[in-house]
């Protein structure tokens, strides 16, 4: 199984909503990530998990809130999002080396903020 | 900060044409993949090169990491429809991880 799951595939939600995107891997990797992608521009990595501990934050608002229950799930909880929130957001995982390998991609969940 | 920017933004090639994309990094990478996104899709691992001056080739494909470990290319020869999509390099430096700017290849039949 080489796949990386994530749902819901679509999610609007209003600025006072609470929302959560779910990931899940069997492949035992033991990192995972958080990307959000706008359009034609790359993905920029938002958290990163290795063996269920957080390890990289990269600055993220607080509205965002990673969790990592374990080794095969990860959890993106949002809140008071802004309408600038709308993207891709992208689950990945990797071999236990963590960034030094390659990362594979889940199919997004695309947000849109209203 | 760290910047890894891809040339050319986008690209149309006529089926059968060439395509090179360059991945140029501000600062050293300690190795280089390269990812395809296709319209709509979410990125795909097509390859990873670790040593100083690697070349590795994947079919008509062809990627090569700099002498400095800061460039990259990736080249296909004789583009076919299939490879329609958007390529990113990107590494990890440091403790982070970095995707290029991507380039958008269209291949007109």
């Known amino acids: 199984d080489t796949e990386v799951t994530q749902t819901p595939k679509h999610l609007v939600m209003g600025m006072t909503n609470k929302k959560s995107l779910k990931c899940e891997q069997h492949?035992?990797?033991?990192?995972m990530y958080w990307y959000k992608q706008k359009a034609k521009k790359p993905p920029e990595l938002m958290f990163v998990?290795?063996?269920?501990?957080?390890?990289i934050n990269e600055s993220v608002p607080s509205r965002f809130s990673p969790e990592c229950p374990n080794s095969s799930l990860l959890n993106l909880h949002l809140h008071a999002l802004q309408p600038e929130d709308s993207a891709l957001y992208l689950c990945?995982?990797?071999?236990?080396?963590?960034?030094?390998?390659?990362?594979?991609f889940g199919p997004g969940t695309r947000l849109t903020v209203t | 900060g760290q910047q890894v920017m891809q040339i050319p933004q986008y690209q149309h090639v006529q089926e059968g044409e060439d395509f090179t994309t360059y991945c140029n990094s501000s600062?050293?990478?300690?190795?280089i993949q390269w990812y395809k996104q296709r319209p709509g899709g979410h990125p795909v691992f097509l390859i990873q090169?670790?040593?100083?001056?690697e070349v590795k080739k994947q079919k008509r494909l062809t990627f090569q990491f700099g002498e400095a470990k800061k460039n990259s290319s990736l080249h296909i020869t004789a583009t076919q429809t299939t490879d329609v999509g958007t390529y990113f390099c990107?590494?990890?430096?440091?403790?982070?991880?970095?995707f290029g700017t991507g380039t958008s290849l269209t291949v007109i039949p």
């Open positions: 990107a590494g990890p430096a440091g403790n982070q991880f970095y």
């Open positions: 600062t050293t990478l300690s190795n």
């Open positions: 990945a995982s990797s071999h236990p080396r963590g960034r030094e390998d390659e990362q594979y």
């Open positions: 492949m035992g990797h033991r990192a």
């Open positions: 998990y290795s063996y269920e501990k957080l390890s």
């Open positions: 090169l670790v040593k100083s001056g």
